[in-house]
């Protein structure tokens, strides 16, 4: 039986079409590393693993920067990337001076230390999610994995605007120390920009050794990008 000229045509086409298909995409190439997910950066395509001690760089697809979460556990695929350059910062004629305006988030979480870094970082699971503040060096020899914490935090937006001539800032540096032995304990303040604001109350804020992660009771309050001082004060639980 002769097929009709337009059906033969028909079939012609669909078979072109099935035999010209895309193939599927391929795997990211490279080697597999898993690690705490330290910082990551869109711009170079590089995530920051921290590994015990060790810190390390991997160049990723784009798409594997997706839905990261800070301190989170992952497995990527890439290749390692080489320390990045520190930035040489031009301090300006003027300094600039952080000058708190608006309300104070104020409040306290009780939490159980799920790791302790003798460099000063604590991780700390509360019922509002876990934490990440900066501590003391040492912080690992004042605050056990599984010890009972208190964590007080006080976050206030600021502008940062040129210092006046003669005077000296009047908002605190960025430090963080143990506290005075009457009240014992690791207390940190920060100015630096917000980097992550969620729904649930949890704000992301830059610190001198990495993004630390609190939480506030209001973080409509509050914009990425915006500079902010961040207080903390960690004593363990009466």
Do not use: N
């Amino acid at each position: 039986m002769r097929i009709p000229t337009v059906l033969s045509a028909a079939l012609a086409l669909l078979l072109a079409g099935c035999a010209t298909q895309a193939p599927p995409p391929k795997a990211a190439e490279g080697t597999t590393f898993t690690g705490q997910v330290w910082t990551w950066d869109e711009a170079d395509s590089t995530i920051t693993l921290r590994r015990g001690t060790e810190d390390i760089r991997v160049k990723v697809t784009p798409d594997q920067l997706r839905d990261l979460q800070l301190h989170q556990t992952v497995t990527v695929r890439g290749q390692l990337a080489p320390p990045k350059e520190i930035e040489r910062i031009v301090i300006p004629a003027k300094p600039l001076q952080a000058v708190p305006r608006g309300p104070v988030e104020q409040h306290a979480l009780d939490g159980t230390v799920t790791a302790a870094d003798p460099r000063g970082r604590l991780s700390i699971q509360t019922d509002r999610g876990p934490l990440h503040v900066w501590a003391a060096a040492g912080a690992d020899q004042r605050f056990q994995p599984g010890a009972r914490v208190r964590v007080e935090i006080a976050v206030q937006p600021v502008d940062m605007v040129p210092a006046a001539a003669g005077t000296s800032p009047p908002t605190t540096q960025p430090a963080a120390s143990p506290a005075p032995t009457d009240r014992p304990g690791d207390y940190a303040v920060i100015t630096g920009r917000v980097l992550g604001v969620e729904r649930t109350g949890t704000l992301i804020v830059e610190s001198p050794t990495g993004p630390v992660q609190v939480w506030v009771p209001d973080s409509g309050k509050f914009r990425v990008e915006q500079p902010v001082q961040l207080r903390t004060f960690v004593s363990l639980a009466q």
